[in-house]
């Protein structure tokens, strides 16, 4: 089930980017980025329409995945 991420209470938000950003450990290649950063990045791709956040009712989890998956 895919949740808008316009309907997360901003501090909700907030936290849900901070734990995928710290639990994916991207490489951002040669310069590394801060968190805040990182989680900049994460919330432009959401507005973009680029990632989505989908919450799996079997599992009980919420995630963020690229859109087009």
Excluded: C, F
């Excluded at 710290?22 to 989680?39: H, N, P």
């Excluded at 990045?41 to 859109?67: C, F, M, W």
């Amino acid at each position: 089930m895919q949740i808008p991420w316009q309907t997360l209470d901003p501090d909700t938000l907030e936290n849900l980017i901070e734990y995928y950003v710290l639990r994916e450990g991207t490489d951002y290649g040669e310069e590394e980025k801060s968190l805040e950063e990182k989680v900049e990045d994460v919330r432009k791709q959401l507005k973009a329409g680029q990632a989505i956040i989908v919450y799996s009712e079997l599992h009980e989890t919420v995630n963020i995945v690229p859109a087009d998956e």
